[in-house]
């Protein structure tokens, strides 16, 4: 199953995107399977017209541990089950959760292009901040008799209790996305009144060596920032909360401490600058003649063909967000990741995001190398306890196992996709991602991608070694330099060439061998 999720994982993410407003929904389960019932464990799903009806249980004298189709396909199955291809990819699928230039009108594509040349609509109105590369981070703060509760949860958390900031669980230490921000608010926020509610929304940027994300912003170690950009109710995070909660933490029973820094919506606008840059304007003007000449609907000529809007318009808007805004907030130094629009017309609000064309085909092929590891991670054994040292060594011998058993089928994919191309491989991704980089060279400063010129040369070098005389331990002594975690742990300076005479070299033997 996990090739079927390799191979459909990109046409996701393109079939998603075309999703207007708010978050993905529904739940998801692996595909081609189905809810198991009984003893035998067999098939809800008998033919296309089947239904969970005569699984359900009727009244008291018929008992079953049977539940109903939708409580499988909510929770994916058995104890102990895999996680399902909507889990092991959320982090994926960030990027499809908001609207896109392609969901608007055209007199609102107008319009927004309009703005960026700085005129400014009556009828349409807009506000830029930057969406930030970080981890997503949900807290729930709860007034009580004896003080502040703290609800934390990651993204990944805060899904799977379907929304719920203030689930008992979110109260470990384990469940949130920062163990610092955790601290912060146990030791600092103000005091709530009983039962006085308030949930933030929180991107958390964190130093390079501890996110998986391609921006670097410079944080230096024992450091984190934070934004906050979903207050509720509106107006109960303050800028007085923020300065409160900013500064420096000792280690203490909540966390171990370190320097954190607080930032509201308001702290990192971006305003459009494009009056001294004619052939930027140049190119605004030309797109703004070309939404206008686009055929409309005919129940709405103002509704653009959605498909016109994503091959010809779209990805021209986006390669203008590098110019127009050209530096991040947190970093000048820095690229932005997208620029996070809200618009209003005629008193409604709509919310839409740009991504930087650079960002954007960097992320693209970097996401599929990086879903390997995150979807088959190595953790590390679990700890002795109060285990005799015969069942301690049964527990290394089963870890040691799955961790060769995990690196034997990636280094297969390699071999396998020489004898019989594939773009269902963990193979496949890598050698879109070395042809990716061969192509563009130069990455942008701060760009952060899995090696150095010099590692990557290394890489390829091995892989190519490893490929030819179909060499295991030669390939899988390549695959060990991205790390048990597979992060992209180097920023470029924006002027060091990626190109070497090995990665050439292995790129041509991509394409003569016909490996994608």
Not at 195 to 208: N, P, Q, T
Not at 474 to 489: H, P, R, V
Request: contains cysteine.
């Amino acid at each position: 199953m996990q090739d079927i999720y390799q191979k459909v994982i990109e046409q996701l993410l393109h079939e998603f995107s075309t999703m207007g407003g708010g978050a993905v929904g529904g739940v998801s389960t692996p595909l081609g399977t189905g809810p198991q019932v009984g003893i035998g464990k067999k098939s809800v799903y008998k033919k296309s017209t089947a239904t969970d009806k005569k699984h359900r249980s009727k009244g008291k004298r018929k008992k079953t541990k049977t539940k109903s189709v939708q409580w499988y396909l909510k929770h994916g199955g058995k104890k102990g089950r895999k996680r399902s291809l909507k889990e092991n990819y959320s982090f994926l699928f960030e990027a499809a959760r908001s609207a896109r230039i392609h969901d608007l009108k055209k007199s609102e594509i107008i319009a927004y292009l309009n703005f960026l040349k700085g005129e400014v609509s009556d009828e349409i109105q807009f506000s830029v901040t930057e969406k930030i590369a970080g981890q997503a981070m949900n807290v729930g703060i709860r007034g009580t008799s004896s003080g502040n509760m703290v609800y934390c949860s990651t993204k990944q958390g805060f899904e799977n209790k379907s929304g719920d900031f203030f689930a008992h669980s979110n109260t470990r230490k384990g469940s949130a996305t920062s163990k610092l921000v955790r601290q912060a608010f146990i030791e600092r926020f103000r005091k709530l009144a009983q039962g006085e509610e308030i949930r933030l929304s929180i991107e958390v940027i964190k130093s390079d060596s501890k996110k998986p994300d391609f921006i670097s912003y410079g944080v230096p170690e024992g450091s984190e920032k934070i934004a906050v950009f979903g207050i509720n109710p509106p107006g109960s995070f303050t800028r007085k909360d923020a300065a409160k909660l900013s500064g420096y933490y000792s280690r203490s029973e909540h966390g171990d401490g370190g320097s954190l820094t607080v930032l509201l919506p308001e702290d990192i606008p971006l305003q459009p600058n494009v009056l001294e840059n004619e052939e930027v304007i140049a190119e605004i003007d030309a797109l703004i003649l070309d939404v206008q000449n686009l055929p409309g609907k005919k129940s709405d000529p103002d509704q653009p063909v959605k498909t016109d809007i994503k091959n010809y318009i779209a990805p021209r808007v986006r390669r203008l967000i590098s110019v127009v805004f050209p530096s991040s907030n947190l970093n000048p130094e820095s690229p932005i990741e997208a620029a996070a629009v809200n618009m209003t017309r005629d008193g409604q609000k709509t919310f839409f995001k740009v991504p930087n064309e650079d960002f954007n085909a960097l992320q693209r092929v970097q996401s599929s190398v990086y879903a390997e590891f995150r979807s088959n991670p190595i953790k590390k054994p679990r700890k002795r306890r109060w285990m005799s040292n015969d069942d301690y060594k049964k527990v290394l011998r089963k870890h040691y196992e799955k961790i060769n058993k995990l690196k034997e089928k990636r280094v297969m994919s390699f071999i396998n996709q020489i004898e019989s191309p594939t773009k269902q491989s963990f193979a496949y991704n890598v050698f879109k991602y070395l042809k990716f980089i061969n192509e563009i060279n130069v990455l942008k400063r701060n760009f952060v991608t899995f090696f150095s010129p010099q590692v990557l040369s290394s890489f390829c070098s091995s892989l190519l070694e490893g490929l030819q005389n179909r060499d295991i331990t030669t390939i899988n002594s390549a695959i060990e330099l991205f790390g048990d975690e597979g992060k992209n742990n180097y920023s470029a300076n924006g002027q060091e060439e990626f190109k070497s005479e090995s990665l050439e070299a292995i790129v041509q033997f991509i394409d003569q061998n016909n490996l994608i």
